[in-house]
């Protein structure tokens, strides 16, 4: 192997290529390094690297959606909502009542947001867990935001957080009669400008923070 080979691979593993990403490397753009397939009953999380990871449907589940980005898997069926873990190369299920009703999905390259009817779900890809929060009496969906590791769910009454890297849903109460103006989103960080006050949410912190 030449030096000038041998140095480049040093500096690639140096930079954190070739590696799975953890959160120091959060800034690093993910390539997409997982793949979702389902065959005789079987859904198969395939990996860039060495090994498959295989979840069983049950009797009568069906497939609805698959989707696939970065480290991370969706799956939902007509019975549960499933995260796949490329890190930890895992399925983890979440299950559904029979009344819940998905109404959207978002998947970025290390975390899942499904809102349903009855609650909003997480799936945090590195830890390989998924998160649940329901919604009260009359409350509604208003609008949400998700970007790769962070990601925010409005309400009629409240704005809900959700981080890729810790915690499960961080919920801020919204003054009445104060309404959103505008929002900012990148990778890590959240700004909500209301009429009387601005909200931040920070993936690494994962909790509110108001600006004077």
Known sequence: MSPRILVFMVLMVGLGYGVWPGYALSQEVITDQVSITSERGQLF?????EGIARAFLAAGEEVLAVE???????VQTTKRLL???GRL?????MSLSSGEQVVKWMVT???IVVQGREAVYGFQSDLGRWKRESWGAGETLVDSVVDDHVGIVITNRRVLGFSAFTGGFFSKDLPSGNSIHDMQVNDNVVIIHLSGLTLVFRSG???W???P
């Open 209 to 211: 923070a108001e600006l």
């Open 83 to 85: 995260g796949f873990s």
């Open 89 to 93: 190369q895992r399925w983890v299920d």
């Open 205 to 207: 912190l994962a909790i």
């Open 45 to 49: 999380g395939i990996t860039s690297g």
């Open 109 to 111: 390259p290390r975390m």
């Open 68 to 74: 696939a980005k970065g480290v991370t898997g969706y």
